[in-house]
């Protein structure tokens, strides 16, 4: 469930023209330099779900830290930023249209994804279907099988062919060891940019932990699962990178990744030249899997965070009912999805470069909520850092670093997005619409927060959740 979270042939897809776009050559090191922090924070999530397994994760261990201010807008971070992802729905559409079309031989039926009704409809139909995860996390798992084995295995097909064809394209490059130099990108503003970018790859991992207490070994478990999701993850992303590289090179034309026409839709462009027609569509129907197969898991730490909010009266009560017979909470699922369904609509009709924007807008929120949970394990664990210098690598430094790299990566991208040229290059009232959509989602927090503290006082006074609380079981 974490690798399915993360979606590797989706992000790639995604990510590997934006990330040329502003680093050049040099995005397998920005690659490499994206997983170091994600690295550091897993340690924290360890850590903490060893200490306080909660399916809460952020929000219960950065209330127990900080209190339930910092901690409400933790758990915010991570609810507004699964309904960003919704855009995953969007993208299953399209490689869904153009799947059809290539198994049909048929370019009206590609095209139909041009048509903003039938996205629409299309984009509501992939949301509601994948809330199949309120009828189990057993159910969900065995679903997972499938596409994540098949994404590995596209990957794994597309590196052995795109290197076989190396020099076959027009901007076909030779290998070269720079390519992993982080020092040879030309700025840190580009840098960063390209780390943001990255570190959107990696979000996801810690679904592993969101269902903690539905695990077998919940203790240690999941922080296993999570850890070795990260490395299943870096190395398929990298080994990804440097083959489309080497088969398609940099340029901004043609098949190039720098071609901006083709930037969120790499495989799209590779498929057919790396692939071949017929292979090619699986790679195709990868992209399909991917991002349908991590919308539903995504909607997993969604749903039982607000199961734990609203449990500790932090949000309304209708979440925490647990279903029934499913043992899941369905209403907090079903809600994810209609959120997720409202939000992909409204972005779909309102801009034209909604993936773009929303890709890089991610990369806020992630590092927003993640830096927050490192800064909670050093702090939560602090009188007990000076036992041995496993417990101050674990729970001090390797936690500490990482929330350090994601606070500046945070800082720096705040302050380029503000440029309506960041992302699509689109502009809302002269302010960059990466930077309305990320921070304008974040700050809107504060007014339910506010309202929650008017309905329910004792959550902010810190009586339903504090350090000695102990962990709830929901029971319906």
């Known amino acids: 469930m974490g690798v399915s ?41 360890r850590e903490l779900n060893q200490a306080v397994p909660d399916c809460g994760t952020s929000f219960t261990w950065s209330v127990k830290t900080f209190g339930p201010y910092v901690g409400w807008m933790c758990g915010w971070g991570l609810l507004v930023a699964t309904v960003v992802l919704s ?93 992993m130099n982080p020092f040879g990108v030309e700025s840190f503003a580009a840098f960063t940019a390209g780390l943001s970018l990255s570190i959107f790859i990696y979000r996801g991992w810690d679904t592993c932990l969101s269902v903690d207490e539905e695990s077998v070994g919940s203790a240690r478990t999941p922080g296993r699962a999570a850890l070795l999701a990260i490395v299943v993850i870096v190395a398929s992303c990298l080994t990804v990178a440097v083959a489309a590289q080497v088969y398609a090179g940099v340029g901004g034309t043609g098949t190039g990744l720098g071609n901006p026409d083709t930037a969120d839709d790499v495989f799209a462009v590779l498929a057919g030249p790396v692939l071949g027609s017929g292979p090619g569509v699986l790679l195709f129907v990868a992209v399909v899997a991917s991002a349908a197969a991590s919308l539903q898991t995504t909607f997993i730490p969604v749903a039982r965070t607000a199961l734990a909010m609203s449990t500790y009266k932090a949000l309304p009560a209708s979440f925490p009912r647990v279903h029934p017979r499913f043992r899941t909470p369905g209403r907090a699922t079903v809600a994810a999805g209609a959120a997720t369904g409202v939000f992909s609509t409204a972005m779909t009709l309102l801009s034209e470069n909604v993936l773009v924007d929303t890709v890089c807008a991610l990369g806020l929120m992630i590092c927003f909520y993640y830096a927050i949970t490192a800064f909670a394990c050093v702090w939560y664990f602090r009188r007990e850092l000076r036992r041995s210098v496993r417990e101050l690598a674990v729970k001090g430094i390797a936690p500490g670093l990482g929330g350090l790299m994601l606070t500046a990566v945070f800082g720096q991208t705040l302050y380029d997005v503000w440029d309506p040229a960041y992302g699509s290059g689109s502009a809302v009232l002269g302010m960059g619409s990466v930077f309305v959509i990320g921070v304008g989602l974040l700050l809107l927090g504060v007014a339910p927060m506010l309202l929650m503290r008017r309905r329910s006082p004792e959550f902010f006074r810190g009586e339903t959740l504090a350090r000695d609380t102990p962990a709830l079981v929901v029971e319906d």
């Open 5 to 45: 979270t993360v979606a590797p042939v989706y992000c790639l897809t995604a990510t590997l023209g934006p990330t040329v776009g502003e680093v050049g050559l040099q995005m397998p090191a920005v690659f490499l330099a994206g997983f170091l922090p994600m690295l550091l924070v897993a340690f924290a999530y």
């Open 87 to 179: 855009n995953l729905a969007g993208v299953a559409t399209s490689f869904f249209w153009l799947t059809a079309g290539e198994l049909t031989g048929s370019d009206a039926v590609a095209a139909l994804d041009g048509n903003k009704a039938v996205h629409v409809l299309t984009t509501l139909a992939f949301a509601a279907a994948i809330t199949i995860g309120h009828r189990g996390i057993t159910a969900t798992k065995w679903v997972q099988y499938a596409p994540v084995g098949l994404q590995l295995a596209v990957l794994a097909l597309f590196v052995v062919m795109a290197v076989a064809k190396s020099g076959e394209a027009a901007g076909s490059l030779s290998f070269s060891w720079s390519w």
